[in-house]
């Protein structure tokens, strides 16, 4: 039987976080073990909200080198970057025909600028460039171009892989064929919000992250900083209202979750205890990892030489892809 295809990609615009390993990386190499996985760095995406080349540059070889730690293996992964593949904005031309204006409205992203423009008296559209604008689109080609089964991403990228499905099903219903696979979302049970250091939503938006390769002093001081109450040491504890403990919950396994969540219920433990459990359990899942992204950084041509292989494969595949839409539209 062929195997289904996952796909997914990330904006290289920050640092790789524990929210991005926890939310999108690992459950996206667990998928790789079943599926046919087209993972890729989504670098013309970053271009919307980055106008500073090396940092695009840097933040392309940090992503990069934090799926390669995490275990992703460009031989049986197929591994890109978005601008190695310029089929995909000839299909976002295609598509964008097929593309109503009034669904890029709706879109959560877009309308947050126009809300926090509204509050801050601004002209509505101010700050918005048409690639911030239209960007759902060109998400839809990078799914639409590899004949995607699942997209596994977080909760907040639904709508845009729903937006995908609505675009590709236009097309697919005015020529009367199956050009387009219809992809559906995946969250994976990993990819729940995880919380930051102030208990928000860990996001480099908030600068409440914790690096995925922080050094294990820098990894200790982050985990002491989290903010907890002001309940005393002999108090007993809620584990589940605790970002030390939420954070917990995806690096300890099943017996030491239970021995933390007795002491917190038992009283007697201060934050300064649960934190440096969380920083033993963290450090000890993260310490291969770093080493490998330590490796890969002080000699970064295996990542490009990685990358220019898949570069290499995505494009022939997506080459084929574009002959057969070419076709269908009359363009050829
Ligand atoms: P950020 O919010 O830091 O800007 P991105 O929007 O670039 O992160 O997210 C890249 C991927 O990581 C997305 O698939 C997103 O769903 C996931 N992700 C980011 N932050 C978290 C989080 N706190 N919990 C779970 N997943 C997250
Ligand atoms: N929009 C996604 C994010 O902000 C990144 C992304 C771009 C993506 N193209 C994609 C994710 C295609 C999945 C599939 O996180």
């Not at 001081?221 to 005393?232: A, G, P, R, Y």
């Not at 919950?249 to 205890?273: C, D, I, P, S, V």
Request: charged share 20%; net charge neutral.
């Amino acid at each position: 039987m062929t195997k289904r295809i996952s796909l997914t990609g990330i904006k290289p615009t920050g640092i790789p976080h524990i929210g991005n390993y926890l939310g999108a990386i690992k459950p996206a190499l667990k998928l790789s073990e079943t599926c046919e996985a087209r993972y890729f760095i989504a670098d013309y995406h970053a271009l919307n909200s980055c106008k500073d080349p090396q940092e695009i540059r840097n933040m392309t070889l940090e992503i990069a080198a934090a799926w390669l730690a995490s275990g992703l293996d460009p031989q049986q992964t197929l591994f890109y970057r978005q601008s190695d593949v310029p089929e995909t904005f000839e299909l976002l031309t295609i598509l964008l025909a097929f593309t109503p204006k009034g669904l890029m409205n709706r879109a959560h992203a877009y309308k947050a600028m126009l809300q926090s423009n509204a509050k801050s008296g601004k002209d509505p559209d101010d700050g918005v460039n048409m690639g911030l604008y239209t960007y759902p689109v060109l998400m839809a080609a990078d799914i639409l171009l590899f004949d995607t089964d699942f997209v596994p991403v977080g909760n907040d990228q639904f709508q845009h892989v729903e937006m995908a499905q609505d675009i590709a099903q236009s097309f697919n219903y005015v020529y009367g064929c199956e050009g387009f696979k219809i992809p559906q979302p995946l969250a994976h049970e990993d990819s729940k919000t995880l919380v930051g250091l102030d208990g928000r939503k860990m996001s480099k938006s908030y600068n409440n992250t914790i690096p995925m390769f922080a050094p294990e002093k820098q990894l200790r001081k982050l985990i002491m900083s989290i903010v907890t109450n002001s309940q005393s040491v002999e108090e007993p504890k809620n584990p589940d209202t605790c970002s030390v403990f939420s954070l917990y919950k995806n690096f300890g396994t099943t017996a030491q979750l239970e021995a933390l969540r007795q002491r917190y219920l038992a009283g007697g433990m201060g934050w300064g205890h649960a934190k440096q459990e969380l920083f033993e359990v963290m450090n000890a899942h993260l310490s291969p990892l770093r080493e490998r992204y330590n490796e890969l950084m002080a000699d970064p041509s295996v990542i490009h030489k990685a990358l220019k292989e898949g570069g290499e494969r995505a494009r022939s595949l997506a080459a084929q892809k574009i002959v057969q839409l070419r076709k269908i539209i009359g363009i050829a």
